[in-house]
């Protein structure tokens, strides 16, 4: 079976108990990208319908980078599948693809609903430009983490500069 194989046999799995899922993020920018996902997350919107045990959900104890973020409201891990997978629920009233389209850098705004695989705008540009340019930030808090997260992504992507546009230089560090 290949990654992406597994990648949407979790999709339909957890589609099964929350239909609008979206597979979404670092799976699908790692692929595309011909590097090795480290897991596959999928992001479903608040349901106040849902039937525990109808998929086996454990709390996930390594959630600190998406528990930090105000849009999400649990993170489950789903065992029984080559690589980890992680249920992402919003917060009531969030889209999964909307916050897909809000991912902080331009190359992760990639996402599969089961149909097919969607894109925004700046992921075609970083893609094309084999850049990590900053998308979405709204405080210097944010902006923070998605440094944070540049500086670990650099290992899987060594030569893809960071691009910071003007409307994020605010949050830059003044210079020495």
């Not at 090795?36 to 045990?53: A, E, L, S, Y």
């Not at 944010?142 to 500069?161: C, I, N, T, V």
């Amino acid at each position: 079976m290949t990654t992406l194989q597994v990648g949407l046999d979790a999709l339909k799995t957890v589609q099964a108990v929350f239909p609008n899922a979206i597979l979404a993020g670092g799976f699908l920018r790692d692929l595309l990208l011909d590097r090795t996902p480290k897991d596959i997350d999928i992001f479903v919107p608040h349901t106040g319908c849902f039937q525990p045990g109808t998929l086996q959900l454990v709390p996930m104890m390594g959630a600190a980078e998406y528990m930090e973020q105000t849009e999400v409201s649990y993170i489950w891990d789903v065992p029984g599948f080559e690589l980890p997978v992680q249920v992402i629920m919003l917060c009531p009233g969030l889209d999964p693809v909307d916050r897909a389209k809000a991912h902080d850098f331009g190359i992760c705004q990639v996402w599969n609903d089961g149909a097919g695989l969607e894109w925004t705008p700046a992921f075609d540009k970083d893609w094309s430009n084999r850049t990590f340019t900053l998308d979405h930030c709204e405080d210097q808090k944010e902006f923070d983490r998605s440094m944070r997260r540049y500086e670990r992504l650099q290992e899987k992507f060594a030569g893809f500069p960071l691009v910071i546009p003007p409307q994020f230089e605010s949050f830059l560090p003044p210079p020495l």
